[in-house]
Nanobody, 121 residues
Framework: QVQLVESGGGLVQPGGSLRLSCAASGSIANIYTMGWYRQTPGKQRDLVATITRSGSTNYADSVKGRFTISRDNAKNTVYLQLNSLKPEDTAVYYC???????????????WGQGTQVSVSS
C-alpha cells in the first residue's frame, strides 16, 4: 500500500507564508514526478507546481515568483513553500505523485487527502 500524507496547512494573513509537506510511504521503488494541485468548492482541481525526480520544476503562472516546490528523494517527500500569500490562494491543496511499486510491476498516480490553506485577515 502506498499513501501520500500532507501536512502544513492552516490559516495565515495576506502576505504571510506557509510550508506544505507531503510524504510518501509504503512499498515504493521509485517516485517520478511529484506535484501540488489546489481546489476550491465548485471548481476543478488546478495545477500549482510540479517537480521531476531530477529537480526540473513547472509552476502555474498565478504562483510564479511566490511559491517554490522542492523535494527530498531520500525522504520520499515533496515540499511547497508558499510566500506572499493572497486571499485567492485559499484552497485545499493536494499532493500528487507518480510512483513505481517495489516489485516494479505498477506505475500509478497517487493523491493525498488534501490540506486546507486559508488566507484571510
Amino acid at each position: 500500500q502506498v499513501q501520500l500524507v500532507e501536512s502544513g496547512g492552516g490559516l495565515v494573513q495576506p502576505g504571510g507564508s506557509l510550508r506544505l509537506s507531503c510524504a510518501a510511504s509504503g512499498s515504493i521503488a521509485n517516485i517520478y514526478t511529484m506535484g501540488w494541485y489546489r481546489q476550491t468548492p465548485g471548481k476543478q482541481r488546478d495545477l500549482v507546481a510540479t517537480i521531476t525526480r531530477s529537480g526540473s520544476t513547472n509552476y502555474a503562472d498565478s504562483v510564479k515568483g511566490r511559491f517554490t516546490i522542492s523535494r527530498d528523494n531520500a525522504k520520499n517527500t515533496v515540499y511547497l513553500q508558499l510566500n506572499s500569500l493572497k486571499p485567492e490562494d485559499t484552497a485545499v491543496y493536494y499532493c500528487n505523485a507518480d510512483i513505481m511499486n517495489s516489485a516494479y510491476t505498477i506505475l500509478y498516480n497517487y493523491w493525498g487527502q488534501g490540506t486546507q490553506v486559508s488566507v484571510s485577515s
